[in-house]
């Protein structure tokens, strides 16, 4: 008798456990899962993840979940999603965070559970709105530097064009003054290996580096820049009395912290401040170029600002950008159309969205890409119209509602008014020295980007005469 008893018991507890899985499963928002098993829909996904979330939207509904590579994320895309993903305390971002952080700059996860509030009050204060003027003085030679070596005329691809001004300028002013390369093999090499990094980080975030060879040759090659060169950082006295670079603060908390001088935060650092700036830079300057009404509006205005185009060596002063708004509603109206195709918290606890719960362990998805997208918060969203952003009260430091291309709630990007000072002094020491114009037009974006801003699909040439 005993013995057929417990078959029956362990039968029917697995019927109980499937219909209670199932049951729970019912709760739970649509999920798209693909048949393979772990890969889930990762292939469909991979392809075009920005396509792919549009498609489920319309199919599913504002909120369904996508299990891909091991991973279920929730993508939320109405108003009650996005405010349980901006205000719920069962959602966190360091915990979503740390495996990408890991995979793509080797910081043990501990490591940086334990010393990311600290890290990131710090670079928010040092990059905050009300300590610009900090920057501004190098920003403004570092860039003239780059453009003295463009010569009087010339053709070249967009893209390159700012990284050559941008990657220097940044790297100098966070890091140390001179430590971008300036041998022009090593620069070369510093660019290639960037690029390499920077177009494998998605990846690379996702997959063991193991089966990434060509992006792990990079990500050690930087690794290895910044190993070579901490002690120089370390040493480093900026001309400013008792100033310190960023960099050098960061390595002071995590050298306190941790007894060790880790190069990982400096690679994750090079990656943040350049991969979305450098793209933004660029759409900023192909929108400008090719809307002439703008282009005509920009020049009157810098040159009511700073006199004749091209003629005295300049410096721009946070004063100067105060009377030429035009140029950051112009960066600003790029970033929502270029916008990162998501951002994302992990959930600690349940959440319940419209009639589902979303369960803890689930990454939180939400996309500013798409959400800059919807007529209702952005009229005519498609359309390149800076004008939108003049009821912004940027004076107060506030973006129009629902613009998140910075993310949002407490770890809201830190850079992001660096950000926009760096384009702007770059757009306007470009165009105020050169006269610029497309040969070709602009290209499309990329569909490829979920973690940064879109970039350009091809090549866009620029040709620059000196004025
Ligand atoms: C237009 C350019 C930029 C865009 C669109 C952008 C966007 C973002 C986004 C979406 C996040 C994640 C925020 C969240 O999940 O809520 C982020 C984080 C971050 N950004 Fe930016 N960013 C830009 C430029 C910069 C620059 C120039 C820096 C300079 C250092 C920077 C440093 C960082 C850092 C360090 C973090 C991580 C913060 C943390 O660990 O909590 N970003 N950024």
Redesign the pocket.
């Known amino acids: 008798m005993e013995l057929i008893f417990l078959p029956v018991v362990i039968i029917l507890g697995c019927v109980a456990l499937l219909l209670f899985l199932q049951w729970k499963n019912l709760q739970g928002p649509p999920c798209i899962r693909g048949w393979i098993p772990w890969i889930g829909a990762g292939f469909e996904f991979g392809k075009a993840p920005l396509e792919f979330i549009e498609k489920a939207r319309i199919k599913y509904g504002p909120v369904f979940t996508v299990f891909a590579m091991g991973l279920r994320m929730t993508f939320v895309t109405e108003e009650e999603g996005i405010n349980v993903f901006l205000k719920s305390k069962e959602v966190n ?1 360091e915990l979503a965070v740390q495996s990408p952080v890991y995979r793509t700059a080797s910081i043990p996860k501990n490591v940086f559970f334990a010393l ?1 509030e600290k890290l ?1 009050i710090t ?1 928010k204060g040092k ?1 905050g709105a009300s300590n610009l003027c900090q920057f501004t003085g190098q920003l403004t030679e570092e860039i003239h530097e780059q453009l003295d070596n463009l010569g009087t005329h010339g053709t070249m691809d967009l893209n390159n064009l700012v990284r050559h001004l941008l990657y220097p300028a940044s790297v100098n002013l ?1 890091f140390k003054k001179g430590l971008f390369p300036t041998n022009k093999r090593k620069t070369m090499e510093f660019y290639q290996t960037f690029q390499a990094y920077d177009e494998g980080f998605e990846h690379g975030s996702q997959m063991p580096e193991c089966l990434l060879r060509n992006w792990s040759k990079s990500k050690r090659w930087l690794l290895a820049f910044f190993e070579k060169n901490i002690p120089d950082i370390k040493a480093y006295k900026p001309e400013k009395d008792n100033s310190t670079t960023l960099m050098q603060t960061l390595l002071d908390i995590i050298e306190m912290e941790t007894n060790e001088q880790s190069p990982n935060y400096g690679l994750l ?1 090079l990656w ?2 350049l991969s ?2 450098v793209p ?1 830079a660029f759409w900023t300057l192909g929108f400008v170029l090719s809307h002439p009404g703008i282009y005509r509006t920009i020049m009157e205005g810098i040159a009511s600002v700073f006199g004749t185009a091209g003629k005295d060596k300049i410096k721009v002063s946070e004063d100067d950008l105060k009377k030429l708004p035009l140029i950051k509603w112009c960066i600003l109206e790029t ?1 929502r159309l270029r916008a ?1 195709g998501a ?2 918290r992990k959930v600690l606890k349940p959440v319940k969205i419209l009639n589902y719960t979303v369960p803890s362990g689930d990454l939180l998805m939400l996309s ?1 890409f798409w959400l800059h997208r919807n007529p209702k918060y952005f009229p005519e969203p498609e359309l390149f119209k800076p004008e939108r952003w003049e009821k912004a009260n940027l004076e107060k430091h506030a973006f129009l509602d629902c613009f998140m ?5 407490k ?6 008014w ?2 926009l000072l ?1 384009i702007e002094t770059c757009i306007i020491l470009l165009l105020y020295y050169y006269d610029c114009s497309l040969l070709d037009p602009l290209p499309k974006q990329s569909s490829l980007h979920l973690l940064g ?1 879109q970039q350009p699909e091809g090549q866009c040439r620029i040709e620059y005469k000196r004025r």
């Open positions: 971002f990311h990131y670079m990059m966070l650092l943040a401040s979305n700036a933004v970033i990162p951002i994302t500013p291309a910075f993310g949002s709630g770890y809201q990007c830190p850079g992001r660096l950000a760096e801003v």
